[in-house]
């Protein structure tokens, strides 16, 4: 059984202070790791994948991995109230389909 | 470019009913995704097609639940005899050749009273 673990939240954060989310997966042959943003309403929107062990950066996402411990983590600097949203951890083998946890609900306080 | 697209973006439907939604993946991508989203959880997947054939089917719930992709492109979600527990959002997502980053269209909300 795949599993995909995330707190359901809500976190909350003022604005300008780092957001961390976290998950943990079960599947040891996972090789494929994902955040997806999802406003209230509104279809997952893709904004970070890692491959890799270690830190991927792009601009205010900082996505971490670390396969021994089955982990892997966002960070986001300088939240935004834009931010505001539920993130979805997601992972795959490869090709096959996405396992999502059931994500974690951010709120960034002005 | 355009993103995935799908249609119809609300489907209501009475039990028994047999419905079809529709999914047309970004242009060059040759892997489609089907997934369902029930309010609170994440996306459950469904079905994977690697060009006009099911790689891998084992996410659908049962044999009310089907999907084609004839041509490789477009692939559509049919569903018999629906239930009311089958109201949810359903998601298509495609990727560039099967390995990497997903990406979404905007659903259908299908409503079984």
């Known amino acids: 059984q795949k599993e995909v673990e995330q707190n359901s939240g809500p976190l909350s954060v003022p604005e300008g202070a780092i957001a961390s989310l976290n998950c943990t997966y079960s599947?040891?042959?996972?090789?494929?790791f994902f955040w997806y943003r999802q406003y209230s309403g509104k279809s997952p929107e893709l904004i970070m994948s890692i491959y890799s062990n270690g830190d991927k950066e792009d601009g205010r996402f900082t996505a971490q991995l670390n396969k021994a411990s089955q982990y892997v983590s966002l960070l986001i600097r300088d939240s935004q109230p834009s931010d505001s949203a539920t993130y979805l951890c997601a992972v795959n083998r490869g090709a096959d389909g996405l396992t999502f946890g059931k994500g974690t609900h951010l709120i960034i306080q002005p | 470019g355009a993103g995935v697209s799908q249609t119809p973006s609300n489907k209501v439907t009475e039990k028994g009913k047999y419905v079809e939604l529709r999914c047309d993946p970004i242009?060059?991508?040759?892997?489609l995704y089907w997934y369902r989203q029930s309010l609170g959880q994440g996306p459950e997947f469904l079905i994977y097609f690697q060009g006009t054939g099911a790689a891998d089917d084992s996410g659908l719930p049962n044999d009310r639940f089907f999907a084609v992709r004839p041509e490789g492109s477009v692939s559509t979600l049919k569903i018999q005899r629906t239930e009311r527990g089958d109201s949810a959002v359903y998601l298509c997502?495609?990727?560039?050749?099967?390995?990497?980053?997903?990406?979404f269209g905007p659903g259908t909300r299908l409503t079984v009273l």
């Open positions: 997502a495609s990727s560039l050749q099967g390995r990497g980053e997903q990406f």
């Open positions: 599947d040891r042959v996972s090789q494929s």
């Open positions: 242009s060059g991508h040759t892997a």
